[in-house]
Structures are given as structure tokens and as C-alpha cells.
């Protein structure tokens, strides 16, 4: 009997499928943790004199502090010492951590992206260091410096498992850094006030990384080592920073941060011109040593950057990233919940954008909102988040109350377990809402798995949606399982998951319901003794969803193995091939330009492609990425190709272009197709303060144009001056004029 009878032969609610998971949920909770070796430590004295941040050893202070060194490789190897030397020392008075780093340099040359804080990259110059204050090794503070000087600093959360998905970089606060290059090594000295730390009263150590990028070498090294399965983040791996006194209370101030906006735009479809000037302000407020208040009244987002345009091709809405501050700060509390692809119960763009009457997103008011987060203690972490929404009438929009509250436990060394709740609920009675939609509520439960070593990582999670009307016979349930095995030469995953068909979250991220998918992986891993390529990846994965309330019918399924080259110049080249089983269960047009004529539903499509990717050293002036790919699609054939291509002129300009082609031909009752998206952007920094940007976006899909353009001076720490200049145009053989604006923001951070 196939597996999949045996899991359909009771009823829809897949009960057997559910036992399994709780079983699986038993086996994760129960999961042992290996133990660590010694760790690394590093001791801070404490001092009475004031240390000037200027980048020179001159203070009497840093000859008395103790100094680490013992640097290994985390790339291109995890088994040799770095070959550049690199020292550090650290001191803390009663309101300062200093840190003085000496990075040993073979030539004075080194990469930056540009002058601009959150500088980020592969192969960019800079050392980069964590504080884990609540010593739990999952939450985390990450400061760095590059050569130039210019800061970074990011929130870790979720132990640091992936660098992109669990850092939020939006996170800024206050302290001071400098660098200077000498003969034969860069000088970073940083001074990061206690004040803007939260942890507990009395401590005497934390958690504590550093590591090093190096282009002269082109290595990245790390204090206390972590294997090169992992990423260099990962907060599994950390060493200790002891303080010779503890510490005190954490006492960050009250902070105001007022802002007005000046804003003049013409909708030319409309013939209708707007002049405003808006006021607002964010207040964040401190609680005890661990917790923050964030409250926000008229929160403006004018000034954050563009989305992205992209060419979609698929059945499905694609998921955008969040680029509004407040909602990214501490968003893990609020996020990592579910199934990250198909079934996130929250997404916080669902908040201040709605659609009008024929289907478009716009931008609905935000009237308020408050966020509390942070640590409870050291095993509870607390999130709380509620937004007013104001009408929109004309657009048939009412006004909401959204609010999401999280509580999560720690569980053994790393795991936690994690609660969910979300209300989305109307503010009154409105004639034009059905009386199904006034409210939309979810209860969730999520286990998320880390070992002590990280060589398993997993989740279990278990969420029901409510609705007026509800009855005990609806499918609202969606629940899932995930484990993964990471070892320095293998990495195996297996999950399933299931949405039930009237599982409904109003602020989530759901493509689709009535389904149960199935996601087994593996990955087989080589490191060869080259000179040159230093690892080969042998991967193969399956992606296979089927609909429950169709007798399982597998709607979609891709095979997918892959062969993906690491070099030692941090280029990479990867082959993957596709194979794919598509059920349409409604009529689709691909290319979103033929509504007229498109492929029949009711019939299983059979295709398969091929791509190519090339990524080149982005420590060059010069790099770029080209990513082709051709064969089978649906009825017919697709052909497409990414390019970009990056100059840099360091560290005051930088320059991409990014050009997307698909030639889609369905065959002989099918127009052929040409999507082009083209994305050119422009990026100064003329200091330090001073920032603009230019990008400009091209989609024939879509049929627009949109330039924006942005210029930033940031006249005190954390305030800013915004110009920003926006432009759309329809493309009808001609440009025609859609919507232009221009702003001018002023934001100022007041610390009482």
C-alpha cells in the first residue's frame, strides 16, 4: 500500500498525520544535547579613565587589558590559524564596553561597499563582534567596523542559524568608532554605551564572538571557532567575555523621536494633485532591564526604499520583504512561526497596505500602534504588537484593531517553545463587510528545536483560525513538522506540512490551503585539497504538495539534484536541473499578458528545465552574477536569463544593473511572450552623514516605469533629513505620466 493510502484512509482531518507529528514533537522535545567543550574566554578589567575613540593606542588603560588573539579560519578552511594575526582587547568603566582591535594586514588595500551604515558582503573589510548578554545563545547583539570606520550593528535572534533570515539590521542605537590603516595593520577602536544593552542585574559574563574579514588573504577568520557547516554567527559556538566587576542595572533613556513630513504628488490618472504636511512621533520607553515600549502615533513611512520589482511567473502572490523600521525591530518575537513558505500565520505588510476596488495594493493609513518586547527573565521572552488602521471608504476599507501577542519559553540550551495569538477585527459595524470577514482570529503553538551544537535544528508547530460563524466541522487547522541533521559532510532534512481549506489568517502570509506538502533533502558535502575549489556540494531535493479534499491529488511536484563549486576567491558556479508535475486546477496565464487565452485547467502538466549560476569575486571593482536558464514549461518552451552586474569606485559610489529576460512560447495557440525587467541603481556616499541613491525599475509585465531617488543627510546620531523623489509611467508605446511625489522628512532621536 502506497504511504500516502495509508495516511488518507481516515478521515480529512488527518488524524494518523497528526499522532505522527506529536510523536515527532515528543522525539525533538526529548532530544539530548551534546556538551561543548572549554570555552574560550576573554577577561575585562574595569578602568576610571576616559578613553578617546580616535583609533590610536595612546591611553595608559590599554596597556593593563588583557589581549586575545589565536584566530582560526572559518573560510576558505575551518582547520588552519588565519595567516594575517589579529588581537584584541578589551575594557568596560561604569557606563562604556571598549573594544581595541588590531588587524595585521599584508598591504594597504581593502574592500568597503561604501561610507553608509549596515555595510554588509561577502568579500568586504571589517571585523565584527557579538554580545550575548543573557548568556542563552539564541537572542544576541552584533556590532562591526570596517577600515573606513563606518558602523554596522544588527539584532540576532533564533540562534544565529541563518545570517539573512535571523538578523534584523534596521536596530540602531548610539556608540562610537573609529579606524585608522598604519604600515602593517588597521587600529578599530569602539566604545559602546551599557545603556543601550539590555541584561540581567548582577552579571558577570556573556556570551562573546569575534571575527575578522580579510581581503588581503581573502579568509575570514573567527575568535572562538565554529565549524564551516554553520554560519559564522551561529550562537552555539560562542566564547565568554568575564568582567572582573559585575554589571550594574541596564538603563537605557526615553527616547522621542518626533518627525514631519512635507509631501507634494499628482495622480495624473485621476487629474488630482495632493499638498500635506503630517506630524508624528515614536516614543521608546524602557522596562526594567530587559524590556522595551515602542509606541508610534501617525507613523510615516516615506522615506523607506522601494520594493523590488520582480517577475512572477507562478499561480501564487509573492511574499515581499518588510522595509518599515517599527516592524522589523525584534520581529523575530512576531515571525518565526509556521511554515516560513507556504503558511505564515503573521506577515506585517498585511498591516498599512490594503487593496482598492479593482484589486491593487495601496497604502492604508496607520492612525497608531505599541510594541512591547524583549526578556521577561532569562528563559521567557515576551512580544506584544497592536496597530489601528484607519477607513478608507472611497474604498470600500474598513478600520482595524491588529493585534499579535507572543510568549516564548526557552527549553534545554537553545529550543524554546513559543505561543501565538493574532486578532484582526473590524473598530465598528460597516454596511459594506460581510458579516464573515468583521473578525479573523488564530491560536498557535510552535516548538522550535536547536541543539547545543546545532547539528539538529527543527519545528513543530500546531495553529487554528477562528472566524464568525465557525463550526467544529470546518478545516481551519494547519500544523507541521520540520528536522534537519547538519554535519560538517551531510545535511539531511525531512517536513510535512498541512493547511486545512478554511484555514484563514487575515494577517499572514498563506499561498494556498487544502494542502499537505512533503520536503525530504539532502545534501552531500566535499572539500577538496585545492588550491582553487575548495568545496563541492552534491544536493537533491523534492517539493510535492497534494490537495486532501481531492483524494490526495499531488497538484504540484519538482525533483530537483543540483552540483554547486565553491572557490577559494569566494566565486561559485551551480547546475540545477528541474523536473516538475503541475495539476491546474484553474485556468493560467503565465505571463499575466494573455488573460484571453490561457492554459487549460483540469489537466496535469509535465516539464522540465535546466540552470546555470555564476557568481563572480565580489571583492573585485567589478563582479557580477549570470544566471541562465532553458527548457520545458507547461505547453511549451521558456528561455530566461538574470544578469547583474556591480562597480564599485570605493568607497563613495556604487553601481548595479540588473537585467531579467523570459521568452515564454506556449506553442502554436500561444502568443509568444518577451518579459523584460530591467533595474539600474546608483548609490553616493559622500560621507560618513551624507547618502543618495538613485534606482530605476523597468518592468514590461507590469507595464511601469518607476524611478526613486533618495537623498539622506543624517545631521545628528540617529536623525535624518529625507528628499525623496518619485516618479511612474505607464508604458503604452509612449510613457505616460502615472503618479509623481516628492517628500521632505525631518526625524529627530531625543534622548530624555
Known amino acids: 500500500m502506497r504511504m500516502i493510502d495509508i495516511i488518507i484512509c481516515s478521515k480529512k482531518k488527518l488524524v494518523n498525520f497528526k499522532l505522527i507529528s ?25 578602568i576610571e579613565e576616559i578613553i578617546t575613540i580616535d583609533g590610536e593606542f595612546n591611553e595608559k588603560s590599554w596597556t593593563i587589558a588583557d589581549e586575545i588573539g589565536d584566530f582560526t579560519q572559518w573560510f576558505p578552511t575551518d582547520s588552519l590559524k588565519a595567516t594575517n594575526k589579529t588581537f584584541v582587547k578589551a575594557l568596560r568603566d561604569k557606563e562604556n564596553i571598549y573594544l581595541l582591535i588590531k588587524s595585521a594586514i599584508n598591504k594597504k588595500e581593502y574592500v568597503i561597499e561604501s561610507l553608509r551604515r549596515d555595510w554588509g558582503g561577502r568579500a568586504l573589510d571589517g571585523v565584527s563582534f557579538i554580545f550575548d548578554t543573557f548568556n542563552d545563545n539564541t537572542n544576541a547583539y552584533f ?41 602593517n595593520y588597521i587600529l578599530s577602536e569602539v566604545k559602546i554605551p551599557l545603556k543601550f544593552l539590555n541584561f540581567p542585574e548582577g552579571t558577570k559574563s556573556w556570551g562573546f ?57 499628482k495622480d495624473f490618472e485621476n487629474n488630482s494633485k495632493i499638498n500635506s504636511l503630517n506630524f508624528g512621533v515614536d516614543v521608546k520607553v524602557p522596562i526594567g532591564n530587559s524590556l522595551n515600549l515602542d509606541l508610534t502615533l501617525n507613523p510615516d513611512f516615506s522615506q523607506v526604499e522601494v520594493d523590488d520589482q520582480v517577475v512572477n511567473l507562478t499561480r501564487f502572490e509573492i511574499r515581499l520583504p518588510e522595509k518599515r523600521q517599527f516592524f522589523i525591530q525584534n520581529s523575530d518575537l512576531f515571525t518565526n512561526y509556521g511554515d516560513s513558505r507556504d503558511g505564515r500565520p503573521f506577515f506585517s505588510r498585511r498591516i498599512g497596505v490594503a487593496k482598492d476596488l479593482e484589486g491593487n495594493n495601496i497604502q492604508n493609513k496607520i492612525i497608531t500602534g505599541a510594541r512591547l518586547s524583549g526578556k521577561i527573565n532569562e528563559d521567557w521572552r515576551i512580544g506584544f504588537l497592536h496597530m489601528v488602521t484607519d477607513e478608507d471608504i472611497k474604498n470600500l476599507i474598513p478600520s482595524n484593531n491588529n493585534t499579535v501577542f507572543s510568549l516564548q519559553k526557552k527549553i534545554f540550551s537553545r529550543s524554546n517553545l513559543s505561543l501565538l495569538v493574532i ?26 528545536l536547536a541543539s547545543k ?22 478545516d481551519d487547522e494547519s500544523f507541521g513538522a520540520r528536522i534537519e541533521r547538519n554535519t560538517r559532510n551531510s545535511t539531511i532534512e525531512f517536513g510535512g506540512s498541512f493547511i486545512g481549506e478554511d484555514f484563514k489568517s487575515d494577517l499572514g ?27 563541492v556540494d552534491f544536493d537533491i531535493g523534492m517539493w510535492s504538495y497534494y490537495r486532501p479534499n481531492d483524494n490526495f491529488k499531488n497538484s504540484d511536484r519538482t525533483i530537483s539534484p543540483s552540483i554547486n563549486f565553491r572557490f577559494k576567491n569566494q566565486s561559485g558556479f551551480n547546475v540545477r536541473y528541474y523536473n516538475r508535475n503541475t495539476y491546474l486546477y484553474n485556468d493560467f496565464d503565465p505571463t499575466g499578458l494573455n488573460p484571453e487565452n490561457p492554459i487549460p485547467a483540469e489537466k496535469t502538466y509535465k516539464y522540465s528545465s535546466i540552470k546555470f549560476d555564476y557568481s563572480s569575486n565580489e571583492g573585485k571593482k567589478f563582479f557580477y552574477s549570470v544566471e541562465p536558464e532553458f527548457g520545458e514549461f507547461y505547453t511549451g518552451m521558456k528561455y530566461s536569463i538574470e544578469n547583474t552586474f556591480n562597480l564599485r569606485f570605493q568607497p563613495f559610489l556604487t553601481t548595479s544593473l540588473s537585467i531579467n529576460y523570459d521568452h515564454i512560447d506556449l506553442g502554436n495557440t500561444f502568443l509568444a511572450e518577451n518579459i523584460w525587467l530591467v533595474r539600474p541603481k546608483v548609490d553616493f556616499t559622500f560621507t560618513k552623514n551624507l547618502f543618495w541613491s538613485s534606482y530605476i525599475q523597468f518592468s514590461s509585465q507590469s507595464e511601469n516605469l518607476g524611478i526613486n531617488s533618495r537623498l ?10 529625507y528628499i525623496v523623489y ?10 505616460i505620466p502615472r503618479l509623481r511625489s516628492l517628500n521632505l522628512k525631518l526625524t529627530y532621536w531625543l534622548n530624555i
Not at 515527532?24 to 572549554?38: A, D, G, M, Y
Not at 556590532?143 to 542559524?161: I, K
Not at 533533502?521 to 575549489?533: A, E, G, I, M, V
Request: glycine share 6%.
Open 143 to 183: 556590532f562591526g567596523v570596517s577600515p573606513a570606520g563606518t558602523q554596522r550593528e544588527s539584532l540576532v535572534f533564533n540562534g544565529g542559524n541563518d545570517y539573512g533570515r535571523d538578523t534584523d539590521s534596521s536596530w540602531d542605537v548610539k556608540w562610537q568608532s573609529e579606524a585608522k590603516i598604519y604600515e
Open 209 to 265: 564572538n569575534i571575527y575578522r574579514f580579510d581581503s588581503n588573504t581573502n579568509e575570514r577568520t573567527v575568535w572562538s571557532p565554529v565549524s564551516r557547516n554553520q554560519m559564522i554567527i551561529n550562537l552555539a559556538f560562542l566564547g565568554k567575555m568575564v568582567f572582573e566587576d559585575p554589571l550594574g542595572k541596564s538603563k537605557a533613556p526615553l527616547a522621542f523621536v518626533p518627525y514631519i513630513n512635507g509631501l507634494t504628488s
Open 22 to 46: 506529536i510523536l515527532f514533537f515528543i522525539v525533538l522535545f526529548c532530544l539530548p544535547n551534546q556538551i561543548f567543550s572549554q570555552k574560550k574566554e576573554i577577561y575585562v578589567k574595569t
Open 423 to 448: 486578532n484582526r477585527e473590524n473598530t465598528k459595524e460597516y454596511g459594506f463587510v460581510d458579516p464573515n470577514e468583521r473578525y479573523n482570529r488564530l491560536i498557535g503553538l510552535d516548538y522550535n
Open 453 to 474: 551544537d546545532n547539528k539538529y535544528v527543527g519545528k513543530f508547530y500546531l495553529h487554528k483560525s477562528f472566524k464568525p460563524n465557525s463550526t467544529k466541522n470546518d
Open 509 to 535: 502570509f498563506v499561498r494556498r490551503t487544502d494542502l499537505f506538502k512533503i520536503t525530504p533533502q539532502y545534501t552531500l558535502k566535499f572539500y577538496p585539497n585545492r588550491d582553487k575549489l575548495i568545496q
Open 712 to 721: 539622506q543627510w543624517r545631521f545628528a546620531p540617529l536623525s535624518d533629513l
Open 726 to 735: 518619485n516618479d511612474n509611467y505607464f508604458i503604452e508605446n509612449t510613457l
